[in-house]
């Protein structure tokens, strides 16, 4: 229990030098809501805004990855870990760089896995916990937290973060997708009486690489902004499959550096735009 309340103490101290703390979620996984939360981060960087990127999913992180530094391990100093920074000064953290390689499963120290569901939420939380509290995070307008999938993730990480600024979701046109994440999105404003800044629709087309043509993935008509709608919160906007932008992440690049004039670039900075303007109103 000391320690606990030794890591809520520091978390405490380390969360007074960021300004917003906002979860990017979904509920169902292969949506692109990492893809969404590097891109996001990327683009509020350009706008001059002080980002950071925390990979809360502990089981399958990528952020490392996609943010450029994926072969950084985290190193003790003055207390505190230190957090990767990719070349145009983000910090990330995430649980992949303390594993050996990208191929290593992360597996708890225990005599037996057996009837490890027991325990297994609880050791997660106190790892995210100390990712949290331990990394030196410096002074940052925001701080994107990528969950992994499952509604109820919402609600572990606000056991953690009473102070959670917000949640912005993230969705395809699909129908078993606008289900899951319908679900996500009442636990968000009915249960945990978390802030939804908006719904992103992932996907919404493919982009045609040499005549930007958009063709619709899930047929032509999609039901994301009724969705938003119907919970009552915001459409901030919908981003079009471009694999330029898959290829970027999968190499730690930047797609709106190379990319900037593509519709997914501008969609990008668009919402990242509305995201930041959300911010203000809160701080203000």
Same mark, same amino acid.
Not at 16 to 25: F, N, P
Not at 57 to 62: E, K, V
Not at 115 to 120: H, K
Not at 275 to 279: E, Q
């Given at each position: 229990?000391?320690?606990?309340?030794?890591?809520?103490?520091?978390?405490g101290?380390?969360l007074?030098?960021?300004?917003?703390?906002?979860?990017?979620?979904s509920?169902?996984?292969?949506?692109g809501?990492?893809?969404?939360t590097?891109?996001?981060?990327?683009?509020l960087?350009?706008k001059?805004i002080?980002?950071?990127v925390?990979?809360a999913?502990?089981? &399958?992180?990528?952020m490392a990855?996609m943010?450029?530094?994926p072969?950084?391990?985290p190193?003790p100093?003055?207390?505190?870990?230190?957090?990767a920074?990719n070349e145009f000064?983000?910090p990330?953290?995430?649980?992949?760089?303390?594993?050996?390689d990208?191929?290593t499963p992360?597996?708890w120290?225990a005599n037996?896995?057996r009837?490890?569901?027991?325990?297994?939420s609880?050791?997660e939380?106190?790892?995210?916990r100390?990712?949290?509290s331990?990394t030196e995070?410096?002074d940052?307008?925001v701080l994107l937290?990528d969950?992994p999938?499952?509604a109820?993730?919402l609600q572990?990480l606000v056991?953690?973060?009473p102070n959670?600024?917000?949640?912005?979701?993230v969705t395809?046109?699909?129908?078993?997708?606008?289900k899951?994440?319908?679900r996500?999105?009442?636990?968000a404003?009915d249960?945990?009486n978390v802030?939804?800044?908006?719904i992103?629709?992932?996907?919404s087309?493919?982009v045609?690489?040499?005549?930007?043509?958009?063709?619709?993935?899930?047929?032509e008509?999609?039901?994301?902004e009724?969705?938003?709608?119907?919970?009552?919160?915001?459409?901030? &906007?919908?981003?079009?499959?471009?694999?330029?932008l898959a290829?970027?992440?999968d190499? &730690?690049?930047?797609?709106l550096?190379t990319?900037?004039?593509?519709?997914?670039?501008?969609?990008i900075?668009s919402?990242?735009e509305q995201?930041?303007?959300?911010?203000k109103?809160?701080?203000?």
């Open positions: 229990m000391g320690q606990v309340a030794e890591q809520h103490d520091r978390l101290r380390r007074k030098r960021i300004g917003s703390m906002i979860a990017v979620m509920g169902k996984g292969g949506v809501k990492s893809t969404v590097a891109s996001l981060a990327d683009a960087t350009r001059g002080c980002t950071g925390l990979d999913d502990l089981n &399958g992180p990528c990855r943010m450029g530094v072969d950084f391990k190193s100093k003055n207390g505190s870990m230190t957090a920074r000064g983000i990330v953290m995430s649980m992949g760089m303390f594993l050996p990208e191929r992360l597996v120290d037996s896995q009837g490890a569901y027991t325990w297994r609880m050791v939380m106190s790892a995210l100390e990712l949290l331990d995070w410096g940052l307008d937290i969950l999938p499952g109820e993730r572990n056991d953690l973060l959670l600024a917000g949640a912005i979701v395809t046109p699909s129908v078993v997708a606008m899951v994440v319908g996500s999105i009442s636990m404003t249960i945990t802030e939804v800044v908006g992103i629709e992932n996907m087309a493919v045609g690489p040499a005549c930007g043509h958009q063709d619709k993935f899930f047929g008509t999609s039901m994301v009724d969705l938003a709608a119907a919970h009552d919160v915001p459409y901030l &906007g919908k981003i079009p499959f471009d694999h330029r290829d970027c992440l190499h &730690g690049q930047s797609y550096q990319h900037r004039s593509k519709p997914a670039a501008t969609a900075l919402i990242a995201v930041f303007s959300w911010t109103t809160k701080s203000s």
